[in-house]
């Protein structure tokens, strides 16, 4: 199963640069192997001049564009750590729900769109790793270990909470999850990751009929995990409730995103799952 994930995903990944509309941008600055940071650092690239500050040593004029004018001007290069990126994938069992035979379930998707992010990620130089399962590492060995990781993990619990072990200060973070369950947990989760710098992306999985609840008549509502259960007659007469309740919960969960710097998306396993990896990457590339 793993090598047919990582192989899904990796197919994924590679058909992201075309769909970019900033894809020469990317080419020239990115190039998919360098992830330029456009802030003063270490790193070979040129980025600007700067005016010379009182404290600058005299070997850190440019002499040559200072003799042009009449102040003395500092070259700077771009900053080019390697970024490290934690990804949380809800391994509920909540998760596991398809309102169609035809379609994955969630997890299936989530699992998907992580690794197919780490591929990017990782042919970019940057350190990727699971919530609380593996630490941010660099290198296609860690692409293996995180298919593994994720093949290998079993559903629990009826809903996730989101796990930020293992986040690195002022990294980068992706959660993807249903967030159907209590939202107090990713209220937790995201001032974890406010106070160590950290910023990322909500990505919310969901299956299009728990989008457009499309039950009529007599209808038994289970949990996965079969902790809950409600039986009714008219199950149509839920509908207008029901959506108006998912409306409000992703309002909070965007007012939640925004409220600490974060980029929140809904993504349904009934679309394709190139467009949330291109917003994703692009959320991560702007959250810069």
Known sequence: MAPDLRARAEALGQTLPPLLAEAEMLAATVMLGEHGRRRAGLGD???QYRPAHAGDSARMIDWRRSARSDAHFVREREWQAAQSVTLWVDPSKS??????????????????LALALAVLLLRGGERVGLAGLAHPRAGRAQLLRLAARLAGEDASGEYGAPETEGMVSHGRAVFLSDFLGD????????????????????????????????????????????????????????????LARLAERKDR???????????????????????ALLWAYAALKGGR
Do not use: C, N
Request: proline share 4%; glycine share 10%; no cysteine.
């Open 45 to 47: 690239e040129f980025w």
């Open 95 to 112: 998760m596991a729900f398809s309102g169609d035979k035809s379609r994955a379930p969630k997890a299936d998707r989530a699992k998907l």
């Open 183 to 242: 939202l107090s947990t990713v209220e937790t989760a995201l001032a974890r990751a406010a106070d160590r710098g950290v910023k990322g992306a909500l990505i919310q999985i969901l299956d299009p009929a728990e989008e457009e609840f499309p039950f009529d008549g007599r209808t038994i509502f289970e949990s996965m995990g079969g902790t809950m259960r409600h039986e009714t007659q008219q199950a149509g007469e839920l509908r207008a409730r029901y």
């Open 253 to 275: 969960l965007a007012g939640l995103a925004r409220a600490v710097g974060w980029h929140f998306t809904t993504h349904h396993t009934g679309q394709p799952a190139h467009s």
